[in-house]
């Protein structure tokens, strides 16, 4: 079975998470959960030391970089993967909705280094609102491309043509609506954000890119009552009508997923349903940990 460490380029869980569907839609039956490892690589500027060590350790066959980790990070496992003959596969389909954009050239430096190990994966579905078309990309070595055309020939089909022009249209339009719409996710993110860290009770990372905030909820969580966040999105969505992803379904307990790919006022009345029902949580839990 593949080892597969996600490196997801951020040190908290916060920015990002698809680690443990990437095995399940990705890699077919044969992966389980356990063939995915959670990595955080160091942010930017600091050094991949982490993943040296990772990868001196138990060499993984492959590497799944979730987020845009900097070029030097990006050199350096670029540089390991060549040596150890690792796979590299970046998965850019955020790579327009990031807040504070830093120019790279990742697809460069990997094709430098590690061509004939690298997959660098895209998608409409985000940037361009097209979750529902089905429409993704990949650069990869011209074997690979090939056996995806059989996977994807005989699973899906094909990409419709309606599907291929409007994709084509994005890509090559204007790309204003992209910046004014990631104007908009930027407002959400702090609104949001601002709304839940209110209380005290609740810790929140402010995601530098997508549209999620992972916010912690352990503090309201107790043995004697909602004991885990699968539980939590469970009575959220029963008794205050809001859908949240469990932080369980990330490898990351405690934690809940929250979308704001949505309008600002069905948020603001997400997000007051969810703060109304952890206070009333809150009250039921105090009697057992006073
Ligand atoms: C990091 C990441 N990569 C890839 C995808 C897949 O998107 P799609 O299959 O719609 O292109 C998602 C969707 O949630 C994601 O969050």
Redesign the pocket.
Known sequence: MPRIPVCSGCTRPGS?G?YRDVPRRGLGAGATDRAVEQFDAAPCEATADPLFQLVSGRPPEMLLV?AASGHENVAAIADAGAARGIWVIV?L??ERLIYEAVPHNLPRILFDRLRDRTVIAG?A?KAYAM?GWRC?WTIAPKELTAAFNVIQGQSTSNITSITQKAALAAITGSQDPVTAMLDEYRRRRDSIHAWLTANPGIQCVKPSG?FYLFPDFSEFLSPDGIRTTSELAQALLDDARVAVTPGEAFDAPGFVRLSYATSMADLKRGTAKILEYLHALEAKNAPARA
């Open positions: 990002t698809v979730v998965d389909c955020y998608s579905s979750t993704g997508a």
